[in-house]
């Protein structure tokens, strides 16, 4: 029985209140989550398991998924801003070093460029992983990634693509990041056929999901979340392993009600699990790693299991992909569903400074959002 | 009290007189001292596509003074919002600004608060500048209600309306274009004013800036583009990030100016200098060679990407307020007691004011759906949950 381990780290100076005890070790016992993962992980994975495997953290698991790219394709490039050094959140260590400054280097301060820049490298037969420093300076590229990368095989014919390209940008909340270092854009891209977007949830997560990401034939934006770079410690295995992307895992088992997740937020839609555990309500999370294109079949078994269904993410709720997931919900699922779906999301003002713990999607607004759907 | 002309005097002679002036004054009775006295920037001018002003700027003892006692002001507040930050009072993000503050103080001298400022996140000092108060400054930087942005914005996000200063802004870059919207709007409403449109090193690379620039010139909008070279963006040195780091040159068709940033009074004749080719005939471009301490903001210790020989250099060489102390004391317009007297008073004042936005209470709860949108649209936001909470913005 493989048992994925999460232990997660206090640092009291960063966390706001409610996220600390989110985090805290429940009972000063090591959480047992995902158990039964493993039969629903697909086959794609089965090397996982096997080969050792080291207790690291977030940005150490993405830095060893980077290491690895570069290391089996000698066509991958890492370029960013401050990439070099090893980054601002010291996802990049030891490449420049290793793969040498022609392969591993920083851009100047233009997001706009850094991605044009990278779909030409791309469209060239590279594999560009280009780093925007943080999700919230990613506009200045929205053009470039919307008008340019995403249709470039359909307009072209198929004659040319630039799916070597590879996004990765850190997003979300972080305690203490404000407007302009905590957003979450996931939806804006998921309204873009051509490219993907995926989101991690852990460091085992991330490393496989990067590796298939930059491996993927088609152009991927891939989030980050800042807030678990060093608090989430996981066993990642050492060797190259990849995670399918376009499939949902089921990472806890449950009866009731649906959560639907990705990212951060899975955590904290677990502590809320695990509050409702306790009032009798058996809740199935999902967390869906792929937001475009999304495993649609996935959360639809699980929703005719429970009948119920609750999306949580950081985002203003107006205009979030929690829309697209229950419009598209209702729409297959409708006769089954004993309740309303319900979306338990950020509020729709920007992000806000000194408010923060207001705007979050908190364990209590989960928990309080369950128990009305299931006594609907 | 015209002590101003005690240049060729000897400084014995100076100190027969200066405690009689002391002695006779409350503060200081040169600081209203408006005699003329003309001193040389350090360096010369260098220009692109235009000729380049003179370096000789015209001063007096109230102004030489004022500055001193404003870059002082500036630069307690600065190391006081440092130590607030590593009390926790301070969160998120803060940028400080001392070792640039010559130029905020030297901009200041040179044009009017009709004139607009914009600038980037490091805006503390600036704001200072047109006009704020110590304690609009921590209540904002502490997150509270009596902060100049209501304790919303925080440390990037300082503005003054009443003083055209149009505020910090954290996307780099982002605030050139609308700079040059407002110069547009000067233009337009013809009222001789001019934007001062602020950023840094780093954000020169940014693809808008030339857009803007291009506009503005191709309208010929008093627009004044204004680099503050500290010459590290973030921690990437500018030979890193841009082939050309002449910023001065980089508007091609637009002039430029170069100017030891670190001295005020050539900042005001650049400034002063700025304001009439904009007015006259369109956008200019000024590079302000300056230096930063601090790293770029509180979690970068700043030395990692420079020696401390560096900056200890630049601070014993360069250092805007002893220039001005100097200055001072070569002209013998103060005592080094007078100045440390106001240095001193500087300190209580900074402290005062912690005191005092310390005790000022957090934003209300319900201030967090105010204005999202203009006031009484009842646009209607929802909440955590959709059917529980739903708010109407007021």
């Known amino acids: ?32 989550i995902g158990l039964m993962g493993r039969r629903l992980l697909s086959t794609a994975t089965c090397d996982v398991e096997s080969g050792n495997s080291k207790s690291i953290n ?71 992983i280009a780093e925007i420093q943080f999700a919230d300076y990613i506009y200045p590229a929205f053009d470039q990634i919307v008008n340019e990368a995403a249709k470039f095989r359909y307009r072209s014919g198929n004659q040319f693509n630039c799916g070597g390209l590879t996004i990765r940008a850190p997003y979300g909340a972080v305690g203490h990041g404000g407007h302009y270092h905590s957003q979450s854009p996931e939806a804006f891209f998921c309204h873009v056929p051509g490219i993907k977007v995926v989101i991690p949830r852990s460091p085992r997560q991330a490393k496989g999901l990067l590796l298939s990401c930059i491996r993927d034939p088609n152009p991927v934006v891939f989030f980050e979340p800042k807030w678990l770079y060093r608090l989430a410690v996981e066993e990642v295995p050492e060797h190259d392993y990849m995670l399918p992307l376009s499939e949902a895992e089921v990472i806890r ?22 509050e409702a555990e306790k009032d009798g309500i058996s809740c199935e999370l999902v967390d869906l790693k792929t937001l475009i294109p999304w495993d649609k079949e996935t959360v639809e078994a699980s929703v005719r299991k429970t009948g119920r269904v609750l999306i949580s993410h950081e985002a203003p709720v107006t205009g979030g992909f929690g829309g697209e997931i229950s419009a598209s919900i209702v729409e297959s699922c409708f006769l089954r569903l004993e309740a309303p779906v319900a979306r338990v999301c950020g509020l729709d003002t920007p992000f806000p400074l000194v408010f923060e713990p207001f705007y979050m999607p908190t364990k209590n607004k989960i928990l309080d959002a369950i128990k009305a759907t299931v006594n609907y | 009290m015209a002590l101003s002309y005690l240049r060729s005097s000897s400084s014995r002679s100076a100190n027969l007189l200066k405690p009689l002036s002391s002695g006779l004054s409350l503060r200081s009775p040169i600081s209203t001292d408006t005699t003329p006295i003309t001193v040389e920037t350090s360096v010369p001018f260098t220009s692109h596509r235009c000729d380049a002003p003179s370096r000789s700027v015209e001063t007096n003892p109230k102004e030489l003074l004022t500055f001193f006692r404003d870059m002082a002001l500036m630069r307690r507040m600065e190391i006081a919002a440092d130590s607030l930050y590593k009390a926790k009072l301070i969160r998120g993000f803060c940028h400080l600004y001392d070792g640039q503050e010559a130029f905020a103080v030297g901009m200041e001298a040179a044009i009017t608060k009709k004139d607009c400022i914009i600038t980037a996140y490091r805006d503390h000092c600036t704001f200072m500048g047109r006009g704020g108060t110590l304690l609009e400054v921590f209540a904002e930087l502490m997150g509270r209600q009596a902060g100049c942005s209501k304790g919303k914005g925080g440390s990037m996000h300082f503005y003054k309306k009443d003083s055209n200063f149009y505020g910090g802004h954290g996307i780099v870059g982002a605030q050139v274009p609308l700079g040059c919207g407002l110069a547009f709007a ?164 900074v402290d005062d004011a ?41």
């Open chain 1, 1 to 32: 029985m493989f048992i994925v381990k999460f232990v997660f780290l206090h640092f009291v100076c960063l966390l706001q209140r409610e996220r600390e005890m989110a985090l805290r070790n429940i009972m000063g016992k090591r959480v047992r």
């Open chain 1, 58 to 128: 977030l940005y150490s698991a993405i830095n060893q998924a980077l290491h690895v790219a570069l290391e089996t394709d000698p066509r991958a490039f890492v370029f960013g801003e401050d990439v070099s050094f090893g980054g601002v959140f010291r996802c990049t260590t030891g490449l420049a070093d290793r793969f040498g400054k022609a392969r591993v280097f920083n851009t100047p301060l233009c997001e706009q460029g850094i991605v044009g820049f990278g779909i030409g490298l791309a469209a060239m037969g590279n594999r560009a």
């Open chain 1, 253 to 274: 088992q449950g009866s009731d009600i649906t959560l639907v997740g990705w990212g951060a937020q899975l955590s904290i839609m677990e502590q809320a699990c695990i």
């Open chain 2, 186 to 349: 000067q233009k337009y409403s013809k009222d001789e004013t001019v934007t001062f449109a602020m950023y840094g090193d780093g954000a020169a690379n940014q693809g808008q800036l030339f857009e803007a620039l291009n506009i503005s010139a191709l309208w010929d909008l008093p627009a004044i583009l204004v680099c503050e070279n500290n010459h590290y963006g973030m921690g990437t040195a500018e030979w890193r990030a841009a082939k050309s780091p002449a910023y001065y040159k980089r508007g091609d068709y637009v002039p430029g100016l170069k100017v030891d940033g670190m001295d005020a009074l050539a900042v005001k004749q650049a400034c002063k200098f700025a304001k009439e080719h904009a007015l006259k005939s369109g956008p200019i471009i000024l590079e302000m060679d300056t230096y930063r301490y601090h790293g770029h903001s509180m979690s970068d210790p700043g030395s990692t990407y420079r020696t401390r020989d560096e900056i200890s250099g630049v601070r014993q060489e360069r250092d805007p307020i002893e220039r001005i102390r100097k200055l001072i004391l070569s002209h013998d317009l103060a005592s080094e007691k007078e100045l440390k007297d106001i240095e001193k008073e500087v300190r209580k004042e």
């Open chain 2, 354 to 394: 912690i005191t005092r936005a310390k005790e000022s209470p957090m934003p209300e709860p319900s201030k967090l759906f105010t204005n999202v949108y203009a006031k009484g649209l009842g646009v209607e936001s929802f909440g955590a949950d959709r059917k529980e909470v739903r708010a109407t913005l007021p």
